[in-house]
């Protein structure tokens, strides 16, 4: 019912800078967090940066004081603005948001379809 679709992947040379979208639609159900995954082929997946409605935020240590994330609430989007891109923030970046259901239903999550960030020289 929920659709995430994320935009702003590509290909950029180290030190240089991306800024991810991800907009949610066809939501019945609040959202609670949304935030960034990341997943580079052999590793494991990684939370990169959530973000709460009030604006509480938090990192992957690796990332502090590179990235930033913020969303609209108005328009169901989070962002990750990414500067002084490293290779090895090379990866797949997957948008999710975190559905309130109801009091006797766990939240869910959703997904987006992924976009790819690659940093080389």
């Known amino acids: 019912q929920v659709q995430l679709v994320e935009s702003g992947g590509g290909l950029v040379q180290p030190g240089g800078s991306l800024r991810l979208s991800c907009a949610a639609s066809?939501?019945?159900?609040?959202?609670?967090?949304m935030g960034w995954y990341r997943q580079a082929p052999g590793k494991q997946r990684e939370l990169v940066a959530a973000i709460t409605p009030g604006g509480s935020t938090d990192y992957t240590d690796s990332v502090k004081g590179r990235f930033t994330i913020s969303r609209d609430n108005a328009k169901n989007t989070v962002y990750l603005q990414m500067n002084s891109l490293k290779p090895e923030d090379t990866a797949v970046y997957y948008c999710?948001?975190?559905?309130?259901?109801?009091?006797?239903?766990?939240?869910?999550?959703?997904w987006g379809q992924g976009t790819q960030v690659t940093v080389s020289s």
């Open positions: 999710y948001a975190k559905l309130l259901i109801s009091q006797w239903v766990s939240p869910r999550t959703t």
């Open positions: 066809g939501s019945d159900f609040d959202i609670d967090a």
